[in-house]
């Protein structure tokens, strides 16, 4: 019975050495500079210890084993967080705007003729604004101000060839009406606002239903799309241009695609159409083709393909 419970002690030790020299090895890799930030690291890297131990089997004569079932057992937690992060609905959105905008400048040869301009607003703001100034005063508003009055309009400026944006309409009554104010500050400033179509605007999920033939002519006949036709019909409505479906940003993160140096990640992307890729603007690309055109024609005479 002595022996017994001497070799459970061991057992027991062994596994509180192993847990500590682990932790010790995680927080060398960590440089806080204050007493609070030290405090937070060591109970982070503590907990993670732990949980990556619980479930590990350690083996007294196999440390090289016991070792890489430890880096396995973190890189599985790792991976699990890492993908709820990378697809959750906020970052997909952060990751989309950033991709997108990286691929419009590394795919635009710019010069002093062609130069691309960022104005950071969002689709609700950029509502907002127009909004407070519809009507007869539409022409007073911020933006057109900044489009029209400060390079178009003024001796000297610089007028815009083209406006973009990162933002997905459909059909509904606020997406129409802000699609009509910009036509009006588009059409002034003689530059097409170049977007993105929701799903929603064909009836659609999703775009994995694009493959599913539906008759539009049919579908756009309805009372409601009645506000749309009437943006259709409109005379501004020339200087809109909504893009679909949208393309791949990156490939998934994975052994076999984009491989992670840190540690051995496997981005789940699920099927070939899911939600979980790193989606982009379509508009991003016919921005990139428009660019293409006027740096080799002069003007926007091929603009098809990606």
């Known amino acids: 019975m002595a022996d017994k419970a001497t070799e459970a002690a061991a057992a027991g030790g062994a596994t509180e050495l192993q847990e500590s020299d682990f ?14 930030a030290k405090s937070a690291v060591e109970t982070a890297v503590k907990t993670l210890a732990q949980q990556a131990l619980a479930n590990t089997a350690l083996i007294s004569d196999d440390v090289v084993h016991s070792l890489e079932s430890m880096v396995a057992e973190i890189d599985r937690k790792l991976s699990e967080q890492i993908n709820k992060i990378l697809h959750h609905p906020e970052y997909q959105q952060l990751e989309s705007a950033w991709r997108g905008l990286h691929y419009l400048v590394n795919n635009t040869e710019t010069d002093e003729m062609l130069k691309i301009r960022v104005m950071n607003i969002s689709k609700k703001d950029l509502g907002k604004t127009l909004k407070k100034f519809k009507g007869a005063a539409w022409d007073q508003s911020p933006l057109f101000k900044k489009l029209y009055e400060e390079e178009f309009g003024q001796f000297g400026g610089e007028p815009y060839g083209c406006l973009v944006g990162d933002y997905h309409f459909s059909h509904d009554a606020p997406d129409v009406e802000l699609l009509g104010e910009m036509a009006k500050v588009a059409a002034a400033a003689h530059a097409p606002f170049i977007t993105g179509a929701d799903p929603s605007l064909m ?21 409601e799309y009645a506000a ?10 020339k200087y809109l241009g909504l893009t679909m479906p949208r393309f791949l940003g990156r490939r998934p993160y994975g052994a076999k695609t984009d491989p992670v140096e840190e540690f051995a990640f496997e981005e789940d992307t699920g099927n070939a159409e899911s939600e979980n890729f790193a989606w982009v603007n379509a508009a991003y690309g016919m921005a990139t083709n428009i660019n293409r055109s006027f740096k080799e024609y002069g003007w926007c005479s091929r603009i098809r393909g990606v």
Not at 228 to 237: G, T
């Open 203 to 223: 009836q659609f999920d999703s775009w994995q239903e694009l493959s599913n033939p539906r008759d539009l002519t049919k579908i756009m006949s309805t009372p």
């Open 23 to 36: 932790a010790s090895l995680l927080t060398k890799e960590f440089r806080p500079r204050t007493d609070q």
């Open 228 to 237: 749309w036709k009437s943006l259709r019909d409109s005379e501004d409505s």
